[in-house]
């Protein structure tokens, strides 16, 4: 009987996962952003970049300011 009961136990739980998983689809990343977001994580981007270069961390900078390029070169803008 117990081995009947952790059986129950283990398959209700692993239902449970299974249904909330397929309940809950993952969002699609591959969405084109609008323009005015783009700008916006640009312009952050850039902010994060001159923060870097005030610091001296000049390679830091050139990363965030290649990812506001990125980020204005894949947009629909």
């Known amino acids: 009987m117990m081995k009947f009961r952790r059986f129950a136990i283990t398959a209700l739980a692993a239902g449970t996962i299974v249904a909330g998983s397929l309940a809950h689809p993952p969002t699609a990343s591959a969405l084109p952003i609008s323009c005015s977001l783009a700008k916006a994580l640009a312009s ?34």
């Open 44 to 77: 952050m981007y850039r902010g994060t970049g001159t923060a870097y270069a005030t610091a001296g961390n000049y390679a830091a900078a050139i990363f965030w300011y290649g990812k506001a390029d990125a980020v204005m070169e894949l947009s629909a803008c």
